[in-house]
């Protein structure tokens, strides 16, 4: 007997540059994040390794859905394992993420380190793709479908590595 059909998990996001720091004032406790990737193909399959810094842990899966929507899958994981994988991962994004009171979607601000430094990105989860949306002030350019700002390409060819006409495309200070 086959199990019952469940629907697949949905991530929803759209995401955009930060303009300002009008996001700090809606910020909460900042969390460490280090997330090392072990495969992402450029069609958008990705496994992830995710690590915070209270030690939790866990691999994430995604997979290509329709329109802005991603399958996601995520399995915690032991945080010795972690440590173990991130120590295999050559590609890799470290960042402080913020959770944002933030009204219309569950709100968080990245901020990259490292080689992709000075970078600020928001992302809202959304319960549908076409879900009403005020977009707050202190976000720029909305990014969402440009796989050029997927974490995991930023994991592969980081911020200091593109080319002059990307960093020029967005007015970006580098």
Known sequence: MLPPQTEMALEIERRFLVANSGWRLLAGPPQALRQG???AS????TVRMRLRADGRAWLTLKAPAAGIARHEFEYDI???DAEELWALTPHRVVKTRYSLQQEGGDWVVDCF???NSPLILAEVE???PDSPLTIP?????EITGDQRWSNAALAYQPLSMWPKDWIDQYRLQT
Request: contains cysteine; aromatic residues 14%.
């Open 37 to 39: 990737y072990l495969s």
């Open 42 to 45: 450029p069609d958008g399959f």
């Open 78 to 80: 032991p945080e010795r």
């Open 113 to 115: 380190e490292g080689s």
């Open 126 to 128: 959304l319960e549908t």
């Open 137 to 141: 002030d202190w976000c720029g350019v």
